[in-house]
């Protein structure tokens, strides 16, 4: 046997290699790559790993639970003109209603979303490679669900509002709505899935006007932040987990799944008129159904739209190809 030559050698390893990844694989490998990364920084980034907030941290009477530019009405003449004390009881269901729909959105949406994950019923999904990082995130929803019933159990001490009592939120009961109009059992997941992707996207904005408010009680600026911070890791974290449960699917699951999308932007949007219909009347807030009343009537006036905007840079993070991402956008 005649011994190669060093050239030969060369062109013999450069036969062997692998091809390259294609744009599509090289994306997707970025995804996992991501996942990983977060995974593996958990132990030392994850609040729940932390000491719990101080709930002995000073509480000024004086001081408003939360921002009056965030309430849906803050601008109408009945909220304008009203005594100060049931303005401040508005503020005061204001911030157990935003922790109220946390706790909702942990519970109902992402949680159960995790566990279609980490049990394997997503085809397509590795779950085995990223069981471990999907886990880490269920344990932070737990935490965070932890660390708001703490806060708002403050509050409600305080301000004597026990009894307060909220029905459901319109993005859970939309969410349910939707997968109750498909029997398919992989329609339900996949809904449920884009459901928690586009929550856990959107969340970060939702908690960084309060996280960042000094004006409101410490208590209640502090908790918002450290539930920012993990959620800041964990927009990353979803947008990866739906890149790569998008490229796992059939043309079928695809096309649905992209579909699915494009709904809870708009649900995870809502003022929640109903919840807070409810929590005025409790509290016996002066004219709050005419208020309210007006509210609804401005906002059909509207005829709310979908943020595209928002949409296309989820659909581009996730690696849609455009055909599906124009049908999604023109329904």
């Known amino acids: 046997m005649i011994p190669l030559g060093s050239v030969e050698l060369e062109i013999a390893s450069h036969s062997q290699e692998a091809p390259p990844l294609s744009w599509e694989e090289n994306d997707l490998q970025r995804d996992h790559d991501r996942i990983e990364r977060l995974t593996d920084s958990w132990p030392s980034r994850a609040n729940v790993r932390k000491p719990l907030v101080d709930l002995t941290l000073d509480y000024d009477p004086s001081k408003p639970d939360y921002l009056i530019e965030l309430l849906p009405f803050h601008d109408h003449p009945i909220f304008q003109k ?14 157990i209603a935003y922790n109220e729909k946390t706790v909702a959105i942990e519970s109902k949406i992402v949680s159960p979303a995790c566990m279609h ?52 939120f319109e993005l859970v009961t939309s969410m349910q709505q939707y997968q109750e109009k498909h029997p398919e059992k992989w329609k339900k997941i996949l809904i449920q899935l884009a459901t928690a992707v586009v929550s856990e996207v959107m969340v970060s904005e939702y908690l960084s006007r309060l996280s960042n408010a000094f004006d409101i009680q410490p208590l209640n600026r502090i908790t918002t932040e450290i ?48 919840v807070w219909e409810a929590m005025l009347k409790q509290i016996g807030f002066p004219n709050a159904e005419r208020m309210i009343a007006d509210c609804r009537a401005q906002r059909r006036s509207k005829d709310i739209h979908l943020d595209l905007s928002t949409l296309e840079t989820l659909f581009a993070d996730l690696g849609v190809e455009n055909r599906l991402r124009s049908r999604a956008i023109s329904k």
């Open 117 to 168: 994950l980490i049990d394997g019923e997503v085809s397509g999904f590795p779950r085995h490679r990223h069981r471990a990082g999907i886990a880490q995130a269920l344990t932070d929803e737990a935490f965070h669900i932890l660390l708001v019933v703490q806060a708002t159990a403050v509050t409600r001490q305080r301000r004597q509002l026990h009894e307060l009592t909220l029905p459901p």
């Open 227 to 274: 539930h920012r911070r993990d959620e800041s890791a964990h927009n990353g974290l979803f947008k990866s987990l739906g890149a790569v449960i998008y490229h796992g699917l059939n043309a079928r699951e695809r096309e649905f799944f992209v579909g699915a999308l494009s709904q809870p932007s708009l649900w995870f949007a809502s003022p929640e008129l109903d």
């Open 82 to 95: 009203a005594p100060e004390e049931y303005k401040q009881a508005a503020l005061s269901c204001g911030w």
